[in-house]
T-cell receptor, first 111, second 115 residues
C-alpha cells in the first residue's frame, strides 16, 4: 500500500464547475497535509495546508480533512482553464519535516 | 526575495558517468531538501539537511548518491555512476524554521536524462 494515494486522472471538468480532488494516506500519525499544484515542466507550488479536521477555505479553494477516515480532499470552485495542472497531495508524518507526496491527479478544465 | 536557485537546468549524460547538481536556498532558510521526481510520480525525498547536518537520508541510494551542504547554505547532490533509472527531475526545496506551516519552497529543478 502506498503511503499517499491519489487517483491519477485525468479529471476533466467544464469551466465554472467544481473540481473535487481526493487523497488517502496510510500513516495515522500524520499531522499536516498539503496540496501543491504543478504545471507541466514546472516545480510544485503550495496551494493550501490543513492541520485540523474539517474544512479550510481560501478563495476558490477548500481543503477538507477527515483524520478518522485518513482522507484529504481539495475542492476548486468556479474552475478555470488556468487551473489545469497536476495536483499533488503531500503528508507530513509525526516528528518529520519532509513531505511524502502522492503521485498526483491531473486536472483538465475544459473551456 | 530571491527564490531557490538550481543549476544546471538540464543535463544529459551517459550511464556510468557522474553528474553534480547545485542548489542555493532562500536566504535564511535552515532546512534544505533534495527530492527526485520521476515522470508521472510525485517528488520523493532523497535527503534533508538542517543547517550543516543530515536529518533524513533514509531514501538516498548511498552506493551512488552523495550530498553535502557546506557552511549551512549551498548544497550539491552527486550521482556516481549514473544509471538509466536515475533519469528524473531533481528538485531542491528549502524551508524556514519556526513557522508552523514549515512551507517548502521549491526551486525550478534539474532535469537529468541518462542515456
Amino acid at each position: 500500500q502506498k503511503e499517499v494515494e491519489q487517483n491519477s486522472g485525468p479529471l476533466s471538468v467544464p469551466e465554472g464547475a467544481i473540481a473535487s480532488l481526493n487523497c488517502t494516506y496510510s500513516d495515522r500519525g500524520s499531522q499536516s497535509f498539503f496540496w501543491y499544484r504543478q504545471y507541466s515542466g514546472k516545480s510544485p507550488e503550495l496551494i493550501m495546508f490543513i492541520y485540523s479536521n474539517g474544512d479550510k477555505e481560501d478563495g476558490r479553494f477548500t481543503a477538507q480533512l477527515n483524520k478518522a477516515s485518513q482522507y484529504v480532499s481539495l475542492l476548486i470552485r468556479d474552475s478555470q482553464p488556468s487551473d489545469s495542472a497536476t495536483y499533488l497531495c503531500a503528508v507530513r508524518g509525526a516528528g518529520r519535516r519532509a513531505l511524502t507526496f502522492g503521485s498526483g491527479t491531473r486536472l483538465q478544465v475544459q473551456p | 526575495e530571491a527564490g531557490v536557485a538550481q543549476s544546471p537546468r538540464y543535463k544529459i549524460i551517459e550511464k556510468r558517468q557522474s553528474v553534480a547538481f547545485w542548489c542555493n536556498p532562500i536566504s535564511g532558510h535552515a532546512t534544505l531538501y533534495w527530492y527526485q521526481q520521476i515522470l508521472g510520480q510525485g517528488p520523493k525525498l532523497l535527503i534533508q539537511f538542517q543547517n550543516n547536518g543530515v536529518v533524513d537520508d533514509s531514501q538516498l541510494p548511498k552506493d551512488r548518491f552523495s550530498a553535502e551542504r557546506l557552511k549551512g547554505v549551498d548544497s550539491t547532490l552527486k550521482i556516481q555512476p549514473a544509471k538509466l533509472e536515475d533519469s528524473a527531475v531533481y528538485l531542491c526545496a528549502s524551508s524556514l524554521e519556526g513557522l508552523a506551516t514549515h512551507e517548502q519552497y521549491f526551486g525550478p529543478g534539474t532535469r537529468l536524462t541518462v542515456t
